[in-house]
């Protein structure tokens, strides 16, 4: 299994912006659907968005399309999460996660993810 590794979090005010890293021991020997999730107190723990390392293609949910950007640096296996345009409804404590190497990229499903970081909180004020 991989290792994952988040940093980043922080508190904002409204309107700012965050960049998450996950660092993944195994990136650079496989393709890897690698995402990100979060969970807010109370609530279930939803997709942000994804990211396939072999290929580069992203999805992302509706709720922070045009405002979250995944992105990956190859040569140090890492994986971003940029959060622009922050809202108070963004708090959450944030998770990277990877699904088996060379699984497919087309869906969010927790159990489909076997390796998890350790999550980094994440806070948004009015």
């Known amino acids: 299994q991989a290792q994952l590794i988040e940093s980043g979090g922080g508190s904002v005010q409204a309107g700012g912006s965050l960049r998450l890293s996950c660092s993944h021991s195994?990136?650079?020997?496989?393709?890897?659907?690698m995402a990100w999730f979060r969970q807010a107190p109370g609530k279930e723990r939803e997709g942000v968005g994804s990211i396939y390392t072999g290929g580069g293609s992203t999805r992302y949910a509706d709720s922070v399309n045009g405002r979250f950007t995944i992105s990956q640096d190859k040569a140090n296996n890492t994986v971003y999460l940029q959060m622009n345009s922050l809202k108070p409804e963004d708090t959450a404590m944030y998770y990277c996660?990877?699904?088996?190497?060379?699984?497919?990229?087309?869906?969010?499903?927790?159990?489909?993810?076997?390796?998890w970081g350790q999550g980094t909180q994440v806070t948004v004020s009015p």
């Open positions: 195994g990136a650079k020997y496989y393709g890897y659907c």
């Open positions: 996660a990877a699904k088996p190497p060379n699984w497919s990229c087309t869906g969010l499903e927790i159990s489909d993810f076997r390796d």
